[in-house]
T-cell receptor, first 111, second 114 residues
Framework: DAKTTQPPSMDCAEGRAANLPCNHS???????VYWYRQIHSQGPQYIIH???NNETNEMASLIITEDRKSSTLILPHATLRDTAVYYC????????????FGTGTRLQVFP | NAGVTQTPKFQVLKTGQSMTLQCAQD?????MSWYRQDPGMGLRLIHY???????DQGEVPNGYNVSRSTTEDFPLRLLSAAPSQTSVYFC?????????????FGEGSWLTVV
């Protein structure tokens, strides 16, 4: 199963872009990269996912390298409410909900 | 549309007691799963189901049983609770795993075993 590596913590000034890196060098060709975040101990909140191409939605952008071994989540204008633990996850297989969580990156947005 | 609903939100058990954590979704999702989260760690998969009548083990299945008699419900049973099962439990569901569908999580059930 592919696993991910993320820095344990990052800081970002409010209003600036937050760029959260993730390494998934053992990812397989049919495995998606998902990003979730968890605020305090609430249920994980879906942010974005992708397979090969870069993706953008109302919350964030996901940049995946051409070799798919790493990706970056971009929050374009971070706010204090974006302070959370961000998980980069590889979804294993095509007939399961198996997500392999790492320990995530704790993003602290400061005023 | 309630999404993924978990009950109870908080529970204290004595060692050896049994209980069932309930999970229900109203989105007609095929796939459902249970995760546990210990302090300072990411979520770990306990059991999952790809449809009614079908279940399989995840990363940490020992001490837990599941069944999936309906599409909507996926209860998690602790047959004989142990202090090591003190954790936060999250239920998740998705329509299907093909084409990278979104997985939705419930708000969690806090379980303490004393």
């Amino acid at each position: 199963d592919a696993k991910t590596t993320q820095p344990p913590s990052m800081d970002c000034a409010e209003g600036r872009a937050a760029n959260l890196p993730c390494n998934h060098s053992t990812i397989s060709g049919n495995e998606y990269v998902y990003w979730y975040r968890q605020i305090h101990s609430q249920g994980p909140q879906y942010i974005i996912h992708g397979l090969k191409n870069n993706e953008t939605n109302e919350m964030a952008s996901l940049i995946i390298t051409e070799d798919r071994k790493s990706s970056t989540l971009i929050l374009p204008h971070a706010t204090l409410r974006d302070t959370a633990v961000y998980y980069c996850i590889v979804r294993v297989g095509v007939n399961t909900d198996k997500l392999i969580f790492g320990t995530g990156t704790r993003l602290q947005v400061f005023p | 549309n309630a999404g993924v609903t978990q009950t109870p939100k908080f529970q204290v058990l004595k060692t050896g007691q049994s209980m069932t954590l309930q999970c229900a979704q109203d989105m007609n999702h095929e796939y459902m799963s249970w995760y546990r989260q210990d302090p300072g760690m990411g979520l770990r998969l306990i059991h999952y189901s790809v449809g009614a009548g079908i279940t399989d083990q995840g990363e940490v299945p020992n001490g837990y049983n599941v069944s999936r008699s309906t599409t909507e419900d996926f209860p998690l049973r602790l047959l004989s609770a142990a202090p090591s099962q003190t954790s936060v439990y999250f239920c998740a569901s998705s329509y299907s795993s093909t084409a990278g569908n979104t997985i939705y999580f419930g708000e969690g059930s806090w379980l303490t075993v004393v």
